[in-house]
């Protein structure tokens, strides 16, 4: 299966800023995801990015606030913009699907001041 | 709407105990069923996939079992060690890209010395 470095880890931001997240996969593919685990709770999915394309979001997520690249077929970046303290959650970037069941990044944890 | 539901969510056992962690799900019109791990602040390790088809998957001390009519999964963890305490996820993939994957909230899982 595939490996994913995510990166950073861990932050800590003032509100009002933004933040960037990346991923970075070992081999070429579709589709990848972004989703966010607020504290407490399970993982819910923000968007499916796709190479070349824009990213479609999931209801209750919007571009303006979490904008989302896809340069090629191996990365992707998600903003947090204009944070606030309830953006502060874990957030994982994902590939996979189908048969061959998903694979997750380290996951960034995130926390707003 | 698929709907997944672990139980127990929180659990304490001494070491060397065998356990089950339980997960259940709404649809039974799935293809497959996930358990991941989850250290504190970190992302998702994908412990074993059953496919829709199967009845049990097996990897070390971990054998996960699925019953698709009665929409039920089960993780059986032999033998616990300190280091097995982490947070258990079950997903169900219904198909249709990542937002077929739902979620349970977890079992939160302590290993006593």
């Known amino acids: 299966s595939a490996v994913i470095s995510q990166k950073p880890s861990r932050d800590i931001c003032q509100r009002g800023t933004s933040l960037t997240i990346q991923c970075q996969v070992d081999?070429?593919?579709?589709?990848m995801f972004w989703y966010r685990q607020q504290p407490g709770q399970s993982l819910t999915l923000i968007a499916t990015a796709n190479q070349g394309s824009e990213a479609t979001y999931e209801s209750g997520f919007v571009i303006d606030k979490f904008p989302i690249s896809r340069p090629n077929l191996t990365f992707s970046t998600l903003t947090v913009s204009n944070m606030s303290p309830e953006d502060s959650s874990i957030y994982l970037c994902?590939?996979?699907?189908?048969?061959?069941?998903?694979?997750f990044g380290s996951g960034t944890r995130l926390t707003v001041v | 709407k698929q709907e997944v539901t672990q139980i127990p969510a929180a659990l304490s056992v001494p070491e060397g105990e065998n356990l089950v962690l339980n997960c259940s799900f709404t649809?039974?019109?799935?293809?497959?069923l996930q358990w991941f791990r989850q250290d504190p602040g970190k992302g998702l390790t994908s412990l074993l996939l059953?496919?829709?088809?199967?009845r049990e998957q097996t990897s070390g001390r971990l054998n996960a079992s699925l019953d698709k009519s009665s929409g039920r999964s089960t993780l059986y963890i032999a033998a616990s060690q300190p280091g097995d305490s982490a947070t258990y996820l079950c997903a169900a993939y219904s198909g249709g890209g990542a937002d077929g994957l739902t979620f349970g909230k977890g079992t939160h899982l302590i290993i006593q010395p």
């Open positions: 059953i496919q829709s088809s199967q």
């Open positions: 081999s070429q593919v579709t589709m």
């Open positions: 649809d039974s019109a799935i293809y497959n």
């Open positions: 994902s590939v996979g699907g189908g048969n061959y069941g998903y694979t």
